[in-house]
């Protein structure tokens, strides 16, 4: 089992640019988590999806921020524009069937 | 609304002493609850969780943790600590029989004494 896949693992980019992140989850589990840490926050819930669909946006903090899984096997996060504030690390988690969440090794986004 | 305080944004034991990390919680209604360790520039990963049932949990590396309820309390202890232990622990919780997105602590950073 390769675990939950994230790509790129480092990504630098300039403020105004579009960033997008993703995310492998496990096979065969239904649900996927976005979370975001930084050292001010911590660790944030972004957005969550079951069996594809967006259960919970609430912690998506603008409008720059918007994700999609199309299908079971894959999810992005976007951010367009980013902006400088946008650095942190970024980590996506499935769950499965007897509710425990694996993460991803993270996207560190260093927006400049 | 619920949230997870963790006591302590550091720890620091020596080697072969115990480990105690500690968490409170607040919540409504009987929540999940989890602690994860976390590396430098990995992941996290779980090491034990609560659910319903039996109050004190074991989980990986030697770690397990209790669960009480009259204190709204979820500490994390082991026994002796090993110099690998020295990482991030985070205490989360979720609802929803543990569909819900996790609410995590600020996290505790263990550190081990030679």
């Known amino acids: 089992d390769a675990g939950v896949i994230q790509s790129p693992r480092h990504e630098v980019t300039e403020m105004g640019q579009e960033v997008t992140l993703r995310c492998k989850p496990i096979?065969?589990?239904?649900?996927l988590f976005w979370y975001r840490q930084t050292m001010m926050r911590g660790l944030e819930l972004l957005i969550y999806f079951n069996n594809n669909v967006p259960i919970d946006d609430s912690g998506m903090p603008e409008d720059r921020f918007s994700a999609k899984m199309p299908n079971a096997s894959f999810s992005t996060l976007k951010i367009q524009p980013s902006e400088p504030r946008d650095s942190a690390v970024y980590f996506c988690?499935?769950?499965?069937?007897?509710?425990?969440?694996?993460f991803g090794p993270g996207t560190r986004l260093t927006v400049l | 609304a619920q949230s997870v305080t963790q006591l302590g944004s550091h720890v620091s034991v020596s080697e072969g002493a115990l480990v105690l990390l500690r968490c409170n919680y607040s919540s409504s209604v009987p929540p999940y609850l989890f602690w994860y360790v976390q590396y430098p520039n990995q992941g996290l990963q779980l090491l034990l969780k609560y659910t319903t049932g039996a109050t004190l949990v074991k989980g990986i590396n030697g770690f397990e943790a209790e669960f009480k309820k009259s204190e709204t309390s979820f500490h994390l202890t082991k026994p002796s600590a090993h110099m690998s232990d020295a990482a991030e622990y985070f205490c989360?919780?979720?609802f929803g029989g543990g569909a819900d997105g996790l609410t995590f602590g600020k996290g505790t950073h263990l550190i081990i004494q030679p």
């Open positions: 989360a919780l979720n």
């Open positions: 096979s065969g589990h239904n649900s």
């Open positions: 988690a499935s769950r499965s069937s007897d509710n425990e969440q694996f």
